[in-house]
């Protein structure tokens, strides 16, 4: 996610992947949205259901998934499409790193906790985990215990957080190589230990992991963050090795281009026609691939990088 005069974050050039889910047909309409200078992916009805109302069930999981602060973000999508689909979610998110890297669009000093009681009141069954800066030592084995006690014990983790800042070479300090790999790599490998720690290896358990495309094209001005981004990459193909035995699969994604509000017009339009589709990816696309690989349906997939990046055109 490269920075520019038209993107507010740290998104940009992050394109890889994306399947596309069979259990319905969908058709994807872009709509500008003026009151907030971006635009917004809609789905339009073509079969008999979208594909964000898929039939796959996970009642009786308990899962974790992080990155939750931003109504637009992919965070926030999966926790309502997990409980959506019968499972216990607890939610963790730290709403200052948004507002410290701008996003103008849905960004909230309260977001994470705003979204958790949104989706109680709908009726779901989400449980809000205290907001907590990962880059600080212990925190995100505490937001692993912390949901394991709320919901009584984890079968799932979804590691959708992120680090993420542009810095020219030559100009990154010890600081910007620290705070990415603190964040996006020391954190996640902290939260998987604490969730091996109290899984029942009885029955199936699941880890998804989120990469991004630097292993597929170049991303200029993002060493830290890409290197932190390849690190993900090979802790899911290491543990999924390690973790085999107990019951436990792990898999990494890549979301691509997604359409979360962090991107405008000239930038937005570009990447957009980057795809055979001409459209971004959206955070249901994302939802649709890690409910398929946390179902029975994905019981066979472990250690993988799954590529879905929608045939985007650019490569190294």
């Known amino acids: 996610m490269a920075k520019s005069s038209n993107c507010n974050k740290t998104d940009k050039t992050r394109f890889a992947l994306w399947i596309n889910s069979e259990c319905a047909i969908i058709k994807k309409d872009f709509e500008y949205k003026p009151e907030t200078g971006g635009h917004k992916i809609k789905d339009t009805l073509i079969g008999d259901e979208v594909m964000s109302k898929s039939t796959i069930r996970l009642d009786g999981q308990k899962i974790l998934i992080t990155g939750v602060s931003r109504s637009l973000g992919i965070g926030a999508t999966l926790a309502k499409r997990f409980a959506e689909a019968g499972a216990a979610v607890a939610v963790h998110g730290y709403s200052a790193y948004d507002l410290s890297v701008g996003e103008r ?95 029942d290896t009885t029955k199936s358990n699941a880890v998804t992991l989120f990469t991004s495309g630097q292993y597929l094209s170049p991303m200029k001005n993002e060493m830290p963050y890409c290197v932190s981004k390849e690190a993900i990459i090979c802790l899911c193909r290491q543990s999924a090795w390690e973790l085999g035995d107990k019951n436990i699969r792990v898999n990494c994604i890549n979301p691509g281009a997604n359409d979360t509000g962090y991107c405008s017009d000239e930038i937005y339009d570009k990447i957009a026609k980057l795809h055979p589709s001409g459209r971004w990816g959206t955070p249901n696309d994302a939802a649709d691939l890690v409910l398929f690989l946390h179902s029975s349906y994905g019981m066979w997939i472990t250690g993988q990088v799954i590529a879905s990046d929608g045939g985007i055109k650019e490569r190294w």
């Open 105 to 199: 669009n849905s960004a909230d000093p309260n977001g994470t906790e705003i979204l958790a009681k949104q989706y109680q009141d709908m009726g779901l069954n989400v449980t809000l985990v205290t907001p907590s800066d990962f880059e600080k030592h212990g925190s995100a084995e505490k937001a692993v215990e912390e949901a394991a006690e709320k919901l009584g014990g984890l079968d799932g983790l979804i590691l959708n957080h992120c680090y993420g800042t542009s810095v020219e070479m030559g100009k990154w300090t010890s600081k910007d190589i620290d705070t990415h790999l603190m964040v996006n790599v020391r954190a996640s490998m902290m939260m998987m230990q604490s969730f091996v720690k109290q899984v």
